[in-house]
């Protein structure tokens, strides 16, 4: 059976220009999403996965462009449309939720009037229909006084009660691909654990599929199916979420899923977004143990399948199983 992909990027690269020249943000990054399918896309902060997800949804802004690339939202290349174009297919087709919210909100307006905007640009409900939609999905999202909440002004919310109502705006309509940017960051324990539970909710009674922006490798493996591992804008491993955890092969990855107290900090941190950026060898090749001569005097390795759906750009990958 021939399975169709409801998102498709195709060598996607996202440049920015800096007093000190041009910062490659996302470098030759590919995926695809196939039907209530979750993709998580792990890496440390300046790796490139919220720009990943910025470019999809073509919200980059200036300084930032995408230079190279296609995306597709199943047939149709968005990569090209016209800004009017594309405010009609975000939040309807395709939408994305954001690490900090609360930045996302006009403080000034309530957030019954903030979700029933996103309602109007797409659909022609009335006010007192689109009213009802709005407290339905802040219930399904687990507020549990929706009344009270859509009176509300954003500064007056909690950092978790302010990421639901997020999550639920950007679900109200449900597009075929969500984008979730860091959901769980910033909030305490119980917030992370309800965030987590109402997006497997959604993910599970929806068609929607689901790109997972993460540096937590918890979230990652309560709630993706497959993982993409990036360092410095570019894609290192890729693998179902149980082989990237019981096999990793890129010497990063298995830094990286690592409890953090026991990370080998000179292996995995990032120094700045411009490490690197003047080489076309692996970014990690100076610090990395298992660097061998190729690494050293070869350019980046392409991203090859190793075994079956794992695909990591190595030349001299792990090969030892973890046992769980």
């Known amino acids: 059976m021939i399975v169709k992909n409801v998102l498709q990027v195709k060598n996607l690269h996202t440049y920015f220009d800096s007093p000190n020249g041009i910062v490659k943000a996302v470098q030759n990054m590919s995926l695809s999403l196939t039907k209530n399918q979750v993709l998580g896309i792990i890496g440390e902060s300046g790796s490139g996965k919220t720009t990943t997800g910025l470019s999809i949804m073509r919200l980059v802004d200036t300084p930032g462009s995408i230079n190279k690339g296609s995306i597709y939202l199943e047939k149709e290349n968005i990569s090209g449309l016209s800004e009017s174009a594309m405010r009609s297919i975000r939040g309807k087709d395709i939408a994305m939720t954001f690490e900090n919210s609360a930045s996302m909100f006009n403080p000034l307006e309530s ?137 990793p092969m890129h010497p990063y990855t298995s830094q990286l899923l690592r409890p953090m107290e026991t990370r080998k900090v000179k292996t995995i941190r990032v120094t700045s977004i411009n490490e690197s950026q003047d080489s076309d060898r692996c970014p990690l090749v100076d610090r990395c143990e298992r660097a061998i001569s190729k690494c050293r005097m070869s350019p980046m390795p392409p991203v090859t399948e190793i075994n079956e759906n794992h695909h990591v750009a190595c030349y001299n990958p792990l090969s030892t199983v973890i046992n769980s």
């Open 111 to 247: 957030i019954g009037d903030q979700v029933r905007e996103v309602i109007n640009i797409h659909t022609e409900l009335n006010y007192k229909d689109s009213t009802e939609l709005t407290l339905k999905s802040l219930t399904e999202i687990g507020i549990t006084n929706p009344n009270e909440i859509i009176e509300m002004r954003p500064p007056e919310l909690s950092v978790g009660v302010s990421q639901k109502v997020m999550l639920a705006m950007s679900t109200i309509l449900e597009p075929k691909v969500l984008i979730v940017d860091e959901i769980t960051r910033n909030v305490d324990i119980m917030a992370q654990a309800q965030l987590s539970e109402q997006l497997r909710n959604k993910i599970s009674s929806t068609d929607v599929s689901v790109i997972l922006l993460t540096n937590d490798p918890g979230v990652l493996a309560q709630l993706a199916d497959t993982v993409i591992v990036m360092f410095l804008g570019r894609k290192l491993e890729q693998a179902p979420v149980k082989a990237i955890y019981s096999q």
